[in-house]
């Protein structure tokens, strides 16, 4: 194991800072956001509620960033790999049940049951399941390129098929959430590809998702419209409710321009671009700081994306480096996909931008990983440690990786 030396500080920055971007905007836009519900709903909302439920998001995930950083080895978060994703399954599945039964525990939202309702806080059991599977992925793929078992149907994709299986039919089928059945099989294929699955394998592997996917699209009306509704409005077909909320979200970053706005002036976010806090943040951004800013706010997700994927490649352990890359494409993901659809490029799907979006559960459990993915580049190397066969069965590096494998 390499001997500890400073941290990351591109990662550490980046993350703070777009947590704290994140919150400027709200404050911005929140009481506008309390008026729309309090006229159309009739709802109570102070004009501070979202301003005040974003700060204390943000104290939770900046708290649970500096945890993962500096207080829990990441060893240890490891050696509860197996529980964390038992229990992530559980509760997605007993959330499930409780949608069935009818229950108060069960919060849900235009059709879709995604949290439980805990009094005055709710919580997302998709968000924890992302983090148990990057941590369990990281350890049972290490595991398996050790004993040489890669690629093997009774050890390795048995095993694995049933673990990923069931967490995507637990998210995607059971909560209709593709947005974050888009980021598992993210997290899914990036590990995979870093633990040297064998090449024919993997493309057999996700052609099988693909397939899986389009049928869960396909299958589902609700996915059929929004496709149907990026079609119309790539093809200037008339306006329609499909439509409405891709054509007012390439409204608001138009309206933008060059510089923006202004904080404060935005017009989509006194009502008329849905999800203006959450999924569509990115637009209201783009309304608010204009191109510039958008091409900033980029910039840092791509530096601090760019920086992971450097710690990943001067990181000696297999397990340590399986892990971050299930983190870096677990932000990845949610990143292209938000922001592609907010410019029209992808249909709408319901995923958010991550350390920005209105929102507790995500945020927490996205800093917790990047805080040890930042705990992680304090044990890297000078050198860049590079598979020498990605389809080898054997570990990294043969007896030289052997030689160095330690654990922090």
């Not at 048995?158 to 998210?171: A, D, E, K, Q, T």
């Not at 054509?247 to 976010?269: D, K, P, R």
């Amino acid at each position: 194991m390499n001997r500890k030396h400073k941290s990351d500080l591109v990662i550490l920055f980046s993350t703070l800072g777009l947590m704290i971007l994140g919150l400027i905007v709200i404050y911005a836009i929140g009481p506008m956001r309390a008026n729309v519900l309090n006229s159309t709903y009739g709802a109570d909302y102070d004009q501070n509620y979202f301003f005040l439920g974003q700060l204390r998001s943000v104290a939770l995930s900046i708290a649970a960033f500096f945890i993962a950083f500096k207080f829990v080895p990441y060893k240890y978060i490891k050696k509860f790999a197996k529980p964390m994703m038992i229990i992530a399954l559980i509760l997605s599945g007993l959330l499930w049940v409780l949608s069935i039964a009818g229950s108060s525990l069960a919060k849900c939202e235009l059709g879709e049951c995604r949290w439980y309702n805990l009094g005055a806080v709710s919580f997302q059991p998709a968000e924890f399941l992302k983090l148990a599977l990057v941590v369990y992925l990281a350890d049972f793929l290490s595991r398996k390129r050790e004993e040489g078992a890669i690629g093997s149907w009774r050890e390795f994709w048995l095993p694995l098929l049933i673990v990923c299986g069931l967490s995507l039919f637990l998210v995607v089928v059971a909560q209709g959430d593709l947005g974050t059945g888009v980021a598992l099989i993210s997290i899914i294929f990036g590990t995979l590809l870093v633990a040297g699955v064998p090449a024919k394998q993997y493309l057999i592997m996700l052609a099988l998702i693909l397939a899986v996917a389009v049928g869960a699209v396909a299958t589902s009306s609700h996915r059929m419209e929004r496709i149907h509704a990026w079609l119309d409005t790539i093809s200037g077909a008339a306006s329609s409710d499909s439509t409405y909320h891709i054509e007012n979200a390439m409204l608001a970053i138009g309206t933008g321009g060059f510089f923006g706005v202004g904080i404060g002036n935005s017009v989509q976010a006194t009502g008329y671009l849905p999800e203006s806090i959450n999924d569509s943040v990115f637009a209201i951004m783009g309304e608010t700081f204009g191109f510039v800013g958008l091409f900033l706010i980029i910039f840092v997700f791509g530096i601090m994306l760019f920086r992971m994927l450097k710690v990943a490649d001067h990181t000696a352990d297999n397990d340590h480096r399986i892990f971050i890359v299930g983190v870096f494409s677990w932000t990845l993901a949610q990143v292209v996909v938000n922001i592609m659809a907010m410019t029209g490029l992808v249909p709408v799907t319901g995923i958010t931008l991550p350390l920005l979006s209105y929102g507790g559960t995500s945020m927490v459990f996205i800093a917790f990983a990047i805080g040890l993915v930042l705990q992680l580049s304090c044990y890297t190397s000078r050198e860049v440690i590079k598979n020498e066969n990605i389809s080898s069965r054997r570990g990294v590096r043969g007896t030289h990786y052997t030689s160095r494998r330690g654990r922090s």
